[in-house]
């Protein structure tokens, strides 16, 4: 961890719980000043953990609600910090009048994330738990639950942990040398070094591929379904989609703008896109609806290229195909094999996926969410992948790029402890060990208010 430093004294209050009405609403404060407004809103002397039946006043004394209080002395608290909880009736206004209480009473309104954030600061928590905090309440799937609550537990964090005191090690052995060079030679093991380097590399590695699932988990992948006019797109989308989301007919042009609907396969979100077809066209509203259609393709993860089943393929198809940018991932869906008594059919590699199905009967539908599966990188794993993040993806890979450079170094050992250093300090600022202001209000920023 980062070591103590504790956040500026100043006491701070929000609602904890969602907008709207329920059975119970939660007010939070956290700060110095928590157990002398716990006493001023209850008019009692809160015993520590204890739910405590309380009445909540105004400053006039009359009662807002009742309700229960909870405080936690510093540091066993969720903050590190003293910490009241008042759960009372989830009226939004009842609410509000109880939070306008607390800051009348000296609290300041908390700014997104500032809980988490001070549990940061204060040591409860590194920051890739943090951040998990805001990936369990943004989950939209159990699988994106179970990642979360990985990471939220420290298990991601020890792993990279254990990987950051590895290079550590290293670097004391080959800076000792570096201290000493004149018993370099007679000290230091490049075979081990290079084992030990290697070993490293392997665990990172593992990591890797452990995040980049959690991370997908946690962002999903946007795929794009296109092609010519009718050949059953908005068909297939309702059938993904397992309802009624997208209106079909047999008028060409019926699809004008893109429907986009959040489909989970598997555990993993996928943000689907249903767009217009795609043909020439001199009516003004129909066209705009084809430049948006080619908007969405250039920004997918996966396209799915629709086409009819028949014996040769359409002129119009492969015009399209060509037109399509190189980077997306493409699957190229064969529709309507129920018309030619078909079969569903998988062919090619992960990269030149060919999937033939029906839209209306829904043969072959299971393949396809297979192949768009394996097209996004999805691997079942045996355990719960960690939620990771674009930056945590980011820090390791940097890791791996240093890591990969010390093994061509080992007959330079200033060069070789400088790749270590790189490799130590990448993995540090996934856990806050090196971490900036800027850095801090980024991400804390994106939090709810309230936690």
């Not at 059975?23 to 739910?51: D, E, F, H």
């Not at 890591?403 to 993995?427: C, G, R, T, V």
């Not at 060990?433 to 994106?446: K, M, N, Q």
Request: glycine share 8%; with cysteine; proline share 4%.
């Amino acid at each position: 961890m980062q070591g103590p430093q504790m956040f500026p004294a100043d006491t701070v209050a929000a609602i904890a719980t969602a907008a709207g009405r329920a059975g119970i609403g939660v007010v939070r404060v956290s700060g110095s000043k928590a157990a002398q407004i716990a006493r001023a809103i209850t008019g009692k002397n809160l015993s520590p953990r204890l739910a405590t039946f309380s009445r909540f006043s105004d400053s006039a004394g009359r009662t807002l609600d009742e309700g229960i209080a909870l405080f936690f002395p510093a540091p066993h608290s969720y903050t590190g910090e003293d910490v009241l909880e008042l759960q009372a009736h989830g009226g939004s206004v009842v609410l509000r009048l109880i939070l306008q209480r607390c800051i009348e009473l000296g609290a300041r309104a908390a700014e997104p994330g500032e809980f988490t954030k001070r549990a940061f600061l204060n040591d409860k928590i590194d920051l890739a738990q943090a951040q998990a905090v805001a990936d369990l309440i943004e989950a939209s799937s159990a699988a994106a639950v179970r990642g979360a609550a990985q990471s939220l537990t420290g298990e991601f964090s020890r792993r990279v942990r254990a990987l950051h005191d590895c290079l550590v090690d290293l670097r004391v052995l080959i800076e000792a040398t570096l201290d000493f060079p004149d018993e370099g030679p007679a000290i230091l093991d490049l075979e081990n070094i290079a084992h030990r380097i290697a070993e490293t590399r392997e665990c990172l590695l593992d990591l890797v591929q452990n995040a980049k699932q959690g991370n997908l988990l946690r962002e999903g992948a946007q795929v794009v379904l296109l092609g010519r006019p009718n050949v059953g797109k908005s068909s297939l989308m309702n059938r993904l989609a397992e309802e009624e989301v997208a209106i079909v007919t047999d008028i060409p042009g019926t699809t004008r703008d893109a429907l986009k609907r959040e489909i989970v396969i598997e555990g993993v979100p996928f943000h689907f896109v249903d767009t217009a077809g795609l043909r020439e066209s001199d009516e003004p509203i129909e066209q705009i609806g084809i430049n948006r259609s080619w908007a969405e393709i250039r920004s997918a993860d996966i396209l799915l290229h629709v086409v009819e089943a028949a014996q040769t393929i359409h002129l119009a198809d492969e015009r399209i195909h060509e037109s399509l940018p190189n980077a997306p991932k493409k699957i190229l869906v064969v529709n309507k094999i129920d018309i030619f008594d078909g079969e569903s059919e998988v062919h090619g590699s992960t990269e030149t996926l060919r999937v033939s199905v029906s839209a209306k009967t829904g043969i072959g539908i299971c393949e396809l969410k297979k192949a768009i599966l394996a097209t996004a990188g999805w691997q079942a794993f045996n355990e719960s992948p960690f939620i990771a993040r674009e930056r945590h993806l980011a820090a390791l890979a940097s890791a791996m790029d240093a890591l990969d450079n010390a093994a061509e170094q080992l007959s330079h050992p200033e060069l070789l402890a400088e790749e270590l250093k790189i490799a130590q300090q990448a993995l540090a600022t996934i856990t806050g060990e090196v971490s900036s202001d800027a850095l801090l209000g980024e991400i804390f920023s994106r939090f709810c208010i309230g936690k």
